[in-house]
């Protein structure tokens, strides 16, 4: 998501108080906050991508999962989405 280009932000050797940084974020416009928002939920779904990533790296491979056993799960969940969303 990119900012407008007419939006400066010049913070040289700021530092704000968590109280401070959230008094700004409420003063901000609609389009800025949503902006503001989007990005701290793209950097928690990158930290828990990481941590995922890593804690599938830490696991020894497994050989025991066919590709139909795994077409089988992904109908299943695909079929309960379906039910769900026509419910």
């Known amino acids: ?10 913070i040289p050797n700021v530092t704000l108080t ?6 700004a974020i ?8 949503s902006q503001v928002a989007q990005a701290i939920i793209e950097k928690d779904r990158d ?3 990481i941590e995922l990533i890593h804690r599938l ?3 020894d491979a ?4 066919s590709d139909d ?9 695909r079929q ?8």
């Open 1 to 10: 998501m990119q900012t407008e280009p007419s939006i400066r932000v010049t």
């Open 18 to 23: 968590l109280d401070q940084l959230l008094a």
């Open 26 to 33: 409420r003063q901000l416009d609609d389009r800025s906050l």
């Open 47 to 49: 930290a828990h991508m």
């Open 57 to 59: 790296s830490q696991r």
């Open 62 to 65: 497994t050989t025991d999962v």
């Open 69 to 77: 056993v795994i077409n089988a799960e992904v109908q299943a969940v």
């Open 80 to 87: 309960a989405r379906i039910q769900r969303n026509h419910a």
